[in-house]
């Protein structure tokens, strides 16, 4: 089967973590450094990166870093993997749900606008497919109440937005490095931000809430071994094995996000054209490091193409399920209907093949059944 998205590993990056397995560290050492240092210079950001274990790690701790809680209000999208708001609900926010623009699927400033009010903290905005949200946008509306704007940018490393890269853009911004992300550390994210007390906020938080800083502790009387726990933290720390494999494969992150725009303008210009279908939009000023190649199927038969393709090995994917359709969202009221731009989105969205190492004559094998499951 001819999968969605898959990483791509090369002898490069398997060199780079043998020889963590040959050091000293395993866990938070130099690795992690090299990479939090990393990210920050391919985020365009004066602060190295909090590294973490996964991206939905990278939410919670960004909303505990942001101290969002009971009371607080954080207004997101529905077209995103579930962790963007379940990791709010889990700090005891209440989410609100606003709509998406049709041609992004990204958070729409108007629909957050009219949601706004006092107890809203946080407006949490997707890059959906990979292409960047509108944060200069999405950042006035918030800013009348007071609220900053979380980007989860789990798809969007490595692309730019008017020249600012992703990361760059945002109050704070998360990343994921799953495998079918832009890079991989097989399991791992980061938290990216300007603001240094946020960022340090966020490293405490990861490391158990733990403070060691001799001039932050409230007891260091107790001794020079002395450690102790201010506020409530759990252990998000990513493995210095897993960060060498993302200081590798960052420095490939530009090649992939040349292919991946190749692959990109290659679906595009041979299923543009295709009457039952509509292919993503790029905004002006947009730079994706695109993640998705989100299809959307205008006929109704999205189930059927998704059927016919996996019957014939093609591993496509439905990127999402509305968040509030999920039982747990479901159980504490929220009703189907309530941002009917973003459901017919998802109910039309097919993301087909889109990774580096994908070879043309695959992407072109995907293209012909895709069009002659049209009659093109
Ligand atoms: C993948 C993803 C996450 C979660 O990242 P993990 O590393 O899988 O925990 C969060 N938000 C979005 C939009 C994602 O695509």
Same mark, same amino acid.
């Given at each position: ?7 791509w590993?090369?002898?490069?990056? $398997?060199?780079?973590? +043998? ?10 050492? *130099?690795?992690?450094? /090299? ?12 602060? #190295?990166a ?7 790690a990278?939410?919670?701790?960004a909303?505990?870093?942001?101290? =969002?809680?009971?009371?607080? !209000?954080?207004?997101?999208?529905? %077209? ?6 379940? !990791? +709010? ?23 957050v ?30 800013? /009348?109440?007071? +609220? ?16 600012? *890269?992703?990361?760059? %853009? ?9 495998? /079918?992300k832009?890079?991989? !550390? +097989? ?20 490391? $158990? ?10 007891? *260091?009387?107790?001794?020079?071994w002395?450690?102790?726990v201010?506020?409530?933290? &759990? ?28 692959l990109?303008?290659?679906? !595009?210009?041979? &299923?543009?054209? =295709? ?8 905004? #002006? ?6 993640? &998705? ?44 209907? %309530? ?16 990774? #580096? ?20």
């Amino acid at each position: 089967m001819l999968p969605y998205g898959r990483q791509w590993v090369d002898e490069s990056d $398997i060199d780079a973590v +043998a020889a963590v397995l040959r050091g000293d560290w395993l866990t938070t050492g *130099p690795a992690v450094d /090299t990479f939090e240092a990393a990210l920050a210079e391919v985020t365009g950001s004066t602060l #190295p990166a909090v590294s973490v274990t996964s991206g939905t790690a990278a939410l919670h701790v960004a909303y505990a870093a942001l101290g =969002v809680g009971p009371g607080d !209000t954080v207004v997101t999208t529905p %077209l995103t993997f579930v962790a963007t708001a379940s !990791t +709010a609900s889990i700090l005891g926010a209440t989410l609100v749900f606003a709509d998406v623009s049709e041609d992004t699927g990204n958070l729409d400033p108007d629909a957050v606008d009219a949601v706004l009010d006092e107890k809203v903290r946080v407006v949490a905005g997707v890059d959906f497919g990979g292409h960047p949200i509108d944060a200069p946008a999405l950042r006035a509306v918030a800013g /009348t109440v007071g +609220a900053v704007v979380l980007e989860d940018a789990a798809h969007a490393l490595g692309g730019r937005m008017d020249g600012i *890269p992703v990361g760059s %853009l945002s109050d704070v911004t998360t990343l994921s490095f799953f495998p /079918t992300k832009n890079i991989t !550390t +097989a399991e791992g994210g980061a938290v990216v931000s300007a603001d240094a007390e946020l960022l340090a906020r966020a490293r405490t938080f990861r490391t $158990i809430g733990l403070v060691r800083d001799p001039d932050q502790l409230r007891h *260091p009387e107790l001794g020079p071994w002395h450690q102790e726990v201010q506020a409530f933290g &759990l252990n998000y720390r990513l493995p210095d094995v897993l960060a060498a494999l993302g200081a590798s494969q960052l420095r490939r992150l530009d090649a992939f996000r040349v292919r991946r725009q190749e692959l990109h303008d290659r679906y !595009t210009a041979a &299923l543009a054209e =295709v009457p039952e279908l509509r292919t993503p939009t790029r905004r #002006p000023g947009a730079e994706p490091c695109w993640h &998705l190649y989100p299809l959307r199927v205008l006929d109704g038969r999205r189930r059927e193409l998704f059927e016919h393709l996996r019957e014939h090995e093609v591993g496509v994917q439905v990127n999402y399920l509305p968040v509030y359709w999920h039982p747990v969202y479901a159980d504490l009221g929220y009703r189907r209907g %309530l941002c009917p731009v973003a459901e017919e989105y998802a109910a039309q969205e097919l993301s087909l093949p889109l990774f #580096p190492a994908l070879a043309d004559a695959d992407a072109d094998r995907v293209i012909d059944l895709v069009r002659s499951f049209f009659g093109a």
